[in-house]
């Protein structure tokens, strides 16, 4: 009999579980050993993780890894399917380092701290399942088991609008979940045969009108988790009233969910509706980075501008999911990696600032940089991160996106010129709207009531200092030598891009978009009398 592998996936996914199922029978009132015990389960399942993809996970094949099937309601056809790749692998390690840290943050959590630390852990199994997910209806239940905690965490730690907040971040992520219920399901009964494996139905033959309505669909309940304008008001609410930690999370790990269900569903799945779809995806991104920059400028709420902040940044997501090129899908990994890193240092740090000053408006800060000159230094260096500076990962996956767009030869030039010079103007306004509110927060005008109380403001403590130091240090590497994370998914990233590059010239000829003047696809046939016109024209462009 062949050797029986050990189930890594399964193990990753289900430990936090299967841990957090124990929490009501550790005997702890005042939460200090649930606290230990839920970090120590963290920790144990980013080792298990890290170990597994560095032993057992080839970075130089594109195909799916650590494959395992098994029947779970086969009446249904539901079967436990999970695997890992390119796409899913480095988000993966992403979840498990940001979501243990935010454990670590909430070490003083002190209501409920049971139910606290297993949601922590419940959410946390999810997460992981979303992104190993290869059954279309293992990914919708696990997507929608996310949810449950996240809305939980926000309505019972939350601030003084936690149920608004919580209620609003809930009816929108479950309303655009129907979508995937929708979509998924008609793929997976479309044609002869009746599948739910995710790979099976990206072999079906779907007709074009087909791909356009479940492309739409997929993009709406996508839309809504990175967020796509304008389906993005639900995080600013989401995040002014999340404690620190589930901030941490939310803008670490959950948007990224949304950019890798674009990647994974819309363009490996649909890759002719994608061709249809690109130009709209680049017009939003750009939407998305001057829309959430300019937004940013009008919050006083600490975290709130720091939401707006993500909003814009991941509008350079959708850019280079509709670039084209390898270079620009490499770039939009990229810049969900280092976003996940920076955002989550930025909230983690503005969640320190709270408890001290016991406020998040920004105004009724100052002068803080005296009294705590490492948070002051922390804050600085997460946001020059967050506005791109040259040596930090920001920089790299921003330039990477620009670099893909531009290099693109699926667009005019008139059309790269004008989105590229829009998108920059987003750049322009990032340091702006980050460099005043570090200016207002530690060297404004000093507040008289926080100034009653000086001994307060006590500066960054060690665990504090610990937990940002593992986000800025990858932050830099990566800045420093980018290949520490591309080499995980580039392989990938490149099959992807060459297998959506197949369909540009089969759209063109179906529908000769050429005409419109807005996308120039490139041809591989110039000799083909029937799309010489194009290729020409295409030329001209």
Known sequence: MPPIEFPWLTTIILLPLVAALAIPAIPDKSGKTVRWYALGVGLTDLALSVWAFWTHYDWQNSTLQLAESYSWVPQLGLNWSVAVDGLSMPLIVLTGLVTTLATFAAWNVSNKPR?????????????????????MLLFFLIWELELVPVYLLISIWGGPKRQYAATKFILY??????????????????GDTVTFDMAAIGQKNFPVAF????????LIAFGVKLPIFPLHT???????????????????????????????MNI????????HFAPV??????????????????????????????????GFVLIGIASYTELGLSGAMLQMISHGLIAAALFFLAGVAYERTHTLAIEKMGGM???????????????MASLALPGMSGFVSELT????????????????????????????????????????????????????????LVDAKPREIFITACLLLPIIGIGLYPKLATQTYDVKTTAVAAEVRQALPLVAQQRQIMHSGFIAPKLPAPETPALLGVTELGKGA
């Open 115 to 135: 139910l606290f630390y297993f949601l922590m852990l419940a959410m946390y199994s999810a997460q992981i399942g979303v992104f190993a997910a290869q059954d």
């Open 173 to 190: 992520t479950a309303l655009g979940s129907i979508f995937i219920l929708v979509a998924g399901l008609a793929m997976a009964f479309y």
């Open 401 to 456: 996106v620009f670099l893909g767009l531009s290099t693109s030869d699926a667009y005019t030039s008139s059309f790269k010129v004008v989105m590229i010079v829009l998108a920059a103007v987003g750049l322009i306004l990032t340091p702006i709207y980050l460099l005043s509110m570090l200016r207002e927060v530690f060297s404004g005008a000093e507040n008289p009531k926080l100034m009653a109380d000086p001994w307060e």
């Open 234 to 264: 639900w995080l600013p609410d989401a995040h002014g009233e999340a404690s620190a930690p589930v901030s941490m999370i939310l803008a670490g790990v959950l948007l990224k969910m949304g950019g890798y269900g674009l990647i994974r």
């Open 211 to 218: 791909q356009l309505l479940a492309y739409a669909g997929f």
């Open 281 to 314: 995806l680049v017009v939003l991104g750009v939407v998305n980075i001057v829309y959430g920059a300019l937004t940013a400028f009008a919050q006083d709420n600490l975290k709130r501008r720091l939401a707006c902040s993500s909003i814009s940044h991941m």
């Open 268 to 275: 490996e799945m649909l890759p002719e509706a994608h061709v």
């Open 369 to 383: 940089a005296k009294y705590m000159p490492k948070v002051f230094a922390l804050f600085t260096a997460g946001s």
